[in-house]
Every structure is written in C-alpha cells, then in structure tokens.
C-alpha cells in the first residue's frame, strides 16, 4: 500500500477524527431519529462517499457530499457519525 | 367517508376566494428574495398560530383572484427536525394551500429535488420556481427545462429573484395551475417496498383518515419511514390495529431485504434523482466556478488561525460600524426629540397634565426606541450582509469549538451576537436553533450580552470616575458580561440542561455578493420586530413610571414632581425605592439610585436621565453630583449591576412570549440575584485591593 | 509583475508596522505622538494585524495558489475599514453643524486607514478581475 496513513484507518471512526482531504464512507449513524433522519435526508446515507473538507479536531467538520453539496456539522454531529476510511 | 385522494374538490373559477400559496424551498435557496419580489415588500409579518415561529404572509392580486402567499420556514425533507420544520409541514399538510411554490437553487438541483419529490408524492399542486439561474450558468450547467417539465408533469418557472427575473412568469403560473387537476407522481420503489405499501393502502382504505390531507400512497410510504407524527396521528384515533399490522409489514419486509427501509427508500428517491439528473443536466467545464472560488476563499476563511483572526476583526468592525456610523444620528434624534418636540409639546394649550402625559410619558418612550433605531439598524445590516455574503455559515463553523466548550452549538453564536445590539430581537433569533435545550440556554444567557442601551450608563460614570482608561473600563464591563453568561451556562450546563448539545447541521452556501435590496429588506424585518414587540410596552411602562412618580402615598403631587425631587421624594416609586434601600445597604446606594435603576427595568438607558431628574441638575451637570456621592469603586460595582440587573421590560416581554412567564419570572430572578453577587464581589475585592 | 508584489510587500508592512507602534506606545516604551498613523484601540490594532498578515501571506506565498485569494481577502478588509471610517468621519462633520464639536474631525479623514484603503482599491480591482 505504501500510504502509512491509509493504514492507521482500519475499522469504523467517529468522522470527528478524521483527517482533512480524506475520503470517507459513512456507515452508520448512532443519535436521535430527527437527525439521524436529517442527515439521511442531505445524503449521508450509509453507504455514501464523502469528502472531508475541514476538521478542526474537536470541533466542527465542513464534508462535500457528490451529490448534495457541502455541508457543516457541528461536533456533537460530526462523532455520531461512524465512518471507514476508503484507500 | 373511506379514505379518499388528496383534498376538497377545488372550486373552479370562482374569483372572489382567497387562494392559498406557500412557499417552500431549502434554506439559502433566495426563497425570502423571491418572497419580497412577488409580493412587493408588502408581507405582513405575524406568528404561527401556538407557537412563535414567524409567519410571513403577503396578498397580492393576479388578474383578478386575491392570492396570499405563506411564506413557510427553510426545510430539507418533509421530515421535522427543528421546530421551523414542523411548521412548514404541518401547513402543507393541515391547511391544503391550493398550490406551492418550491424555491429551487439551481446550482445544487440533486438536493433541492429531494424536497420535490416528497411533495409530489404527497400529490400537492406544485411550481417550481428555478432560481439562481444566473448562477447555474456561471458554473457551467445546461439544465434542459423543458425536458425535466414534462418529466415530471409540473411547471418550472427559472428565475432570477435579486433581479426580479421571472417573477412574472411565476405568478402567470399560479393562475395557469389553479385549474390543472393535481399530478399523478410515483416513484417505484422495487418490488419488495412496492407490495408492502400496497398491503398497508388496503389497510388503510378500511378507515377513515381522509382529513390526514394526503392519499393513502403517502401515508403508506411515511408509515413505513418510521414517521412519528403520522404514528401519533393514528394513536390519537385510536386506530393502534392499523399501527400493530403496520409493524407486522414492515417486519416481514426487513427480514426479505435484510436492509434498513428506511434507507433504502430515501437511496431510491436520490437514485431517481441522479436518473433526472444525468439526463436533463450538462455540466461544462468552466475556468472558475463559484465552487472553486468558494473552496480557494474557504481554505483562508475557515482556516483555525487567520479564520479566527478574520473573525474577531470581522466582529470589530461590525460594531464600530453599528456604534459609530449611528452615535451622530442617535445624537441628532436625541436633540431633536428631546429638545425641540418635547418643549413644542410643553407649550400646546392643553391642561398641564396632558401636556406632560404627552411629552414626559408618551414622548419619553417613543424617543427611547426612536434613539436606538439607528444603532439597531446599523447592526441589522451589517449582520444581514455578512448572512448574504454566506460568511455567517463560517462564523457558525468556527465558533462551534468554542461553543461546545460550554455546552452549545456555534449556532448559537449568531443570538449572541445580534444580543450586542439590542436583547429582543436576539431572543427572536433563536428559533432557527434545531435543539430545545441549546434555545433555553441561549435565551438565558443573552440577557447578559450588553446591549447597546446600556452603554449610555457606563458613558457617563466613565467620564466621571475613569477619564483616563474610559475604554478599557467598559471594555472589561463587557468582559464581564461574557464571563457571566459563560459561567452561568456551564452552571446551568451541569443542573438543569444535563448534557450536550446536539449539535447542528448546515449548509455551506456559496459566497456571494449580496444585493442591496434584499439587505435592506432583511435589516427592517428586524428593526419592525423590535418596534412591534418593544415599542407599545416601552411607550406603555414610560407612561405608567411617569403615573407613579406624579402621585404618591397622599395622593396627586401635581406634574412638578418630575423637576422637583422635593416632591417626586414623596411619590410611589420614591417610597417603594425607600423600602429596599435597605437591601441595597453594603452598596450605600440611596434611594434615589435605587429608583433609577427601578427606571431602567423599562428601558436600560433611562437610568441616566432618571438620575439626572432625581438629582435635580441637568444631564451636563450630572458627572458633579455624581463625583461627590460615589467613590470609583461603588461606581463601577454599579455599572456591573446595571450591566447584570434583569433584562429589560421589552426582552422580558419577548421571552415571556418565546418561553412563558415562568420561564421568565426564573431568568429575572435570577439575574437580579447575579448582579448583587457580582455587584457585591466588585465592592469587596474592590475594597481588598485598594 | 515586480511592482505590484513591492505594492503588496508595502501596504501588509505598512497594516504591521502601525499596530507594532499601537503596541509600543501603549506599554510606554516610546512616545512617537504620530497618532494619525496608529490604531486609535486594540480592537483596530488586531484589524490592522489581520489585513497586514493576510497581504504578507499573499506575498510570501505568490508562487501558490491562496496567493490571489489571500489579496482579495485583504484589499476587502482595507476597503471596507475605510468606508465604515469614512462614513463615520463623515456623519460627526454633520453632527458639527447641530453642536459646537471641533473641526479637527475633517483631518481624521486623512487617516491612515482611509489612506491604506484607497491604496487598496486597485489590488481589489485587479484581483476581482482574475477570479468572478
Ligand atoms: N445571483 C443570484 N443570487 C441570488 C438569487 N436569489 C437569491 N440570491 C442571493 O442568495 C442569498 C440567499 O437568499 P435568501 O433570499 O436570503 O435565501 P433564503 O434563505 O432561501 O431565504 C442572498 O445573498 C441573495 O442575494 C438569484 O437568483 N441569483
């Protein structure tokens, strides 16, 4: 694989922790129906590819969905998300 | 009745019915430009009915049939998440407008026609305004109107809503759909999904819900989506039957598709979406699209050390803007009004006590709130520009951090801030916040944010005690503001909201250059809710301080009494303010103090006036009086109570109104009680260091 | 091309410079007494920090491509610093007409910001040509 980085990322992360410039897959979200609800409605839908734009670690992301857009997500949205990291 | 499609059979052709349109769109869409370009700027602006969300509504004539437009809140799907949301759906649903409008922001067609397809499948009559296609063009797309019109079966109207494009052809629309017969949409959902919604419409069909304002389809899809208020709905009737083989279907069909349903439907709906969109929308390549130069000024604008520093002076000269470009005109208005118009009523044939009704009451109070205008609307637009600009969305992402710190979401940084100018309408803005409890917080700590009508208090002791460091002084007045709202919430963080904020969800729009109009119309939407809401009240209080202090416990003292502190010392307020003295006692503030700051719970800035009357010397003269009963130190521990007090009559009118009065009565309860703590901790380090 | 990255070197020197003698004069180490040239209060001086690091950074990073973007930031906070001053300058000279303030606001307009603003106006002109 040669990319170290790609390597720390095996397994599902809170999309809070992800790095900048990564492109994730979101697999599954874990918070109340509305938002759960609201997120699947913007398009991160399990399954969904997106981009992390911004992290601020501990605080906010700004994610690029293909389809939808950017959007930012506060932090307390931002760790109910669990996602992979693609290669 | 058994379950029928949609609605009442519209009436045809009859002219003199009012016909209902809503508006409805994706927030950032331009769908409140639109809005005021349809209906002129005539909107008249009034509340949900039960709760507070704000309801704008405008009437206008289309050849001759009297249509009003509803404004309804920004939303993403037909599924509520904040209370803005729950509003917008419970209209389409409940009160049936004949047609809705949806605002479409061209640049982002896959998300806007998520909204669409649910509202086609809830068979309403709809018109698709397709807005920002200036911008469409800029980033290099072809959308084939035509071809997406007869796909879908509906009117598409482009428009341009800053430049008034279209906005004809959209209310052409209007009349043109009233008589069409409602659309026939559907989305195959495959064949799994398919049979279990046909297995719960045959349920359905057996019962009588045809006032739920939608087809049988609908309910079966929402039903199936886990849809809360559409379960509570059936409970309500007690049809728990239906709910129970409803659970029955949708367990059978998760076991078949092994997949959550809820997703796979919602994975439908963008499939579908992408098959529209692959076919109707060509994308060009273009040198520089507005995403580009969105992303290139976001890598600075978002950035966590010159963001931040953008920020804060951002945040500078935002009120250097609203205080400096105002204080000449508020100083202009203060001659005015409480010079010339005030002396022009004083000679008026009229009974004495009329004239002073007029001028020392009413007066009083209309200059109160004429006075902040300028100020206030300084703010607004400047708040309203940098909202267009879409660098609000930034300001939200970079305060989120810091937010969090004490329990909120960097929503809530916007209240805040417009609470810098003036409480009422902060209070107001936080009903876009998703989440209850950050709402509650927020409206307890805004009251602390110092508003611009307090800063004539801290003026005048400054000049008087601080001369030197006048503006560090009131700096750190403001400084404490903040420490206490801080404190509180993470006081309140740990008692009463337990827990964290939810968090928020927002789009980042593009940057944007705004249009003047639209500025302009947003700032005195605002400046007219203040008036609204604090206008009568502060004219109303005005009037009654000024009752209490012609008369006293002996009866009338004769208009004097406002000039005289002989007699106002014999009047309702001075023998009230004389029976708290002694609370106020390790502050040795006599009673006149005390009935000035008795004055200021109307309005924060009337403490100085009133100080001047009770002290009988002209506001000029005031700094000498004042030197010889105050010590710098007792100064200040005033200023920070007066900073910390109670929210004003006007901001706790607008929170009895957003929260209730007991809500209400707690928060001025317990600020009075942190301002004498605070006030008290000022005098006895005070006392310490000095 | 050499000029106008000199021009971008100056004004960002010009925004650092002022507020480093904000700085100084308020901890008491020199007198310079030229206050049409400093920040009137820290607020102003944090501004003038901002603009200056935002022109520097373009500067410094030209070979890149926040270079452009970094300018247009830059020259818009000059400009929009000059106009709410100008226009505040300009409102206290009405408010001459109706009190007894002193005439000594009209120099105000010649105040530094105002001055580095104008200055910034064809950076801005030339930057928005490049980009929307
Ligand atoms: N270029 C362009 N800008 C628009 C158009 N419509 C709205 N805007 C801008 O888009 C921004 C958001 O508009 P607004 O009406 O506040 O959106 P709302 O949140 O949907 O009510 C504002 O800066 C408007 O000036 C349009 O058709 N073309």
Same mark, same amino acid.
């Given at each position: ?25 979101? *697999? ?23 981009? *992390? ?35 | ?8 059979? &519209? &009436? ?51 050849? +001759? ?45 896959? #998300? ?28 290099? $797309? ?32 209007? =009349? ?58 059936? #409970? ?20 078949? $598709? ?32 507005? &995403? ?14 010159? +963001?931040?520093?953008?920020? =804060? ?40 006590? =009329? ?53 909120? %979401? ?31 917080? &927020? ?215 957003? =929260? ?23 005098? %006895? ?6 | ?92 000279? !009405?408010? !001459? ?26 950076? !801005? ?8």
């Amino acid at each position: 694989m040669g990319d170290n980085s790609a390597d720390t990322y095996t397994g599902l992360f809170p999309l809070s922790i992800i790095e900048e410039g990564k492109t994730v897959k979101v *697999v599954k979200i874990i918070g109340g129906r509305g938002l759960v609800r609201r997120l699947y409605e913007i398009g991160l839908l399990p399954g969904a590819e997106i981009e *992390v734009v911004r992290n601020s670690k501990h605080g906010p992301v700004i994610i690029r969905n293909k389809i939808t857009g950017t959007f930012s997500l506060g932090y307390g949205v931002a760790k109910k998300i669990m996602v992979e990291v693609m290669q | 009745m058994s379950c029928h499609e949609l609605s009442s059979p &519209t &009436t045809l052709g009859n002219k003199h019915e009012l016909i209902k349109v809503a508006i409805v769109g994706n927030p950032n869409v331009g769908k409140s430009a639109l809005f005021n370009k349809l209906t002129g700027g005539n909107a008249w602006v009034g509340n949900w009915p039960g709760v507070t969300v704000e309801k704008k509504t405008g009437r206008i004539v289309i050849e +001759g049939h009297e249509v009003e437009l509803v404004d309804l809140p920004g939303i993403y799907g037909l599924t509520p998440y904040s209370l803005d949301e729950v509003i917008a759906r419970k209209f389409i649903l409940e009160e049936r407008p004949r047609i809705v409008i949806q605002v479409i922001n061209a640049t982002n067609l896959e #998300r806007n026609l998520y909204l669409t397809i649910q509202l086609l499948e809830m068979n309403v009559k709809l018109i698709i305004a397709l807005n920002m296609i200036d911008l469409a063009e800029k980033e290099g $797309l072809e959308i084939d109107i035509n071809g997406l019109m007869n796909q879908l079966n509906i009117l598409i109207i482009p428009t341009i809503a800053v430049k008034e494009v279209g906005v004809d052809n959209l209310t052409k629309a209007i =009349i043109m759909e009233l008589n069409s017969p409602p659309p026939f949409f559907k989305i195959n959902y495959g064949p799994e999904i398919e049979e279990a919604i046909q297995r719960i419409e045959r349920i359905l069909d057996k019962c009588e819900i045809a006032d739920v304002g939608a087809n049988s389809r609908w309910i079966a899809i929402h039903l199936l989506e886990d849809d809360k208020d559409i379960e509570e709905l059936f #409970r309500k009737r007690g049809l728990e039957d239906v709910l129970r083989k409803v659970v029955e279907i949708k367990r059978d069909l998760q076991t078949r $598709l092994g997949e959550s349903i809820e997703v796979l439907m919602i994975e439908k709906r963008y499939q579908y979406i992408l098959s529209l969109t692959q076919k109707y929308v060509k994308r060009r390549h273009v040198k520089e699209s507005l &995403t580009t130069f969105t992303d290139r000024l976001d890598r600075i604008l978002t950035h966590p050390i010159l +963001g931040l520093m953008i920020f =804060i002076s951002t945040l500078y000269l935002l009120f250097k803007f609203s205080f400096d470009v105002a204080s000449p005109l508020t100083n202009l208005l203060d001659v005015l009004i409480s010079g010339h118009v005030h002396s022009f009523l004083k000679t008026l044939p009229l009974p004495t006590i =009329i004239s002073s009704l007029l001028a020392d009451g009413v007066l009083q109070g209309v200059g109160i709130l004429l006075i902040f205008i300028p100020n206030l609307f300084f703010l607004f637009l400047g708040i309203s520009f940098l909202e267009d600009t879409g660098y609000l969305a930034r300001v939200t992402f970079l305060s989120d951090k810091w937010m969090n710190k004490i329990g909120l %979401s960097g929503r809530v940084i916007i209240p805040l801030l417009i609470g810098f100018g003036c409480n009422v309408p902060a209070i107001l803005s936080t009903r876009v916040l998703g989440d209850d409890r950050d709402r509650r917080l &927020t409206m307890l700590i805004i009251p602390f944010m110092s508003c611009s009508a307090r800063l004539p208090i801290y003026l005048l002791f400054t000049l008087v005690f601080f001369k030197e460091n006048q503006m560090l002084v009131i700096l750190s007045i403001y400084f404490i503001g903040v420490t206490t709202a801080i404190i509180t919430a993470l006081l309140f963080n740990k008692l009463l909201f337990k827990g964290q904020t939810s968090g928020y969800v927002m789009d980042m729009p593009p940057y944007l250059i705004p249009s003047v109009g639209n500025i302009f119309a947003k700032s005195w939407e605002r400046i007219k809710s203040f008036l609204v809401r604090a206008g009568s009240i502060i004219v109303i209080m005005m009037v009654i301080i000024w009752a209490l202090s012609i008369f006293g416990p002996e009866g009338y003292l004769g208009v004097e009494a406002l000039r005289n502190p002989d007699l106002l010392s014999r009047s309702w307020i001075a023998s009230f303010s004389k029976l708290i003295e002694p609370l106020f006692k390790p502050f040795n503030w006599d009673w006149r103090v005390i009935s000035s700051l008795l004055f200021g719970f109307v309005a924060k800035e009337v403490v100085v006036s009133s100080l001047s009357v009770l002290y009988n010397v002209e506001e000029a003269d005031l700094s000498t009086v004042l030197s010889t009963s105050f010590t710098p130190l007792t100064a200040y521990s005033l200023m920070v109570f007066t900073l910390l007090y109670t929210p004003c009559m006007a901001t706790a009118a607008t929170l009895r109104s957003e =929260i209730g009065l007991k809500n209400t009565i707690f928060i001025i309860i317990y600020e009075l009680f942190i301002a004498y703590i605070m006030a008290y901790l000022v005098l %006895s380090i005070g006392g310490l260091l000095l | 091309m050499k000029m106008i990255n000199y021009y971008i070197l100056s004004m960002g020197l010009t925004y650092i410079i002022s507020s480093l003698m904000f700085i100084l004069e308020n901890v008491n180490i020199v007198k310079t007494g030229l206050s049409q040239v400093t920040p009137t209060d820290a607020g102003m001086a944090l501004y003038f920090v901002t603009v200056g690091t935002l022109y520097n950074y373009a500067y410094f990073k030209s070979s890149e491509e926040v270079f452009g973007t970094s300018l247009l930031l830059a020259s818009i906070m000059s400009i929009a610093f000059m106009f709410v001053q100008t226009l505040h300058y300009s409102l206290q000279l !009405l408010d !001459l007409i109706v009190s007894d303030s002193n005439i000594e606001v009209l120099f105000n307009l010649m105040r530094i910001e105002i001055v580095l603003g104008i200055l910034s106006i064809p950076i !801005l002109l030339k930057e928005r040509g490049n980009h929307i």
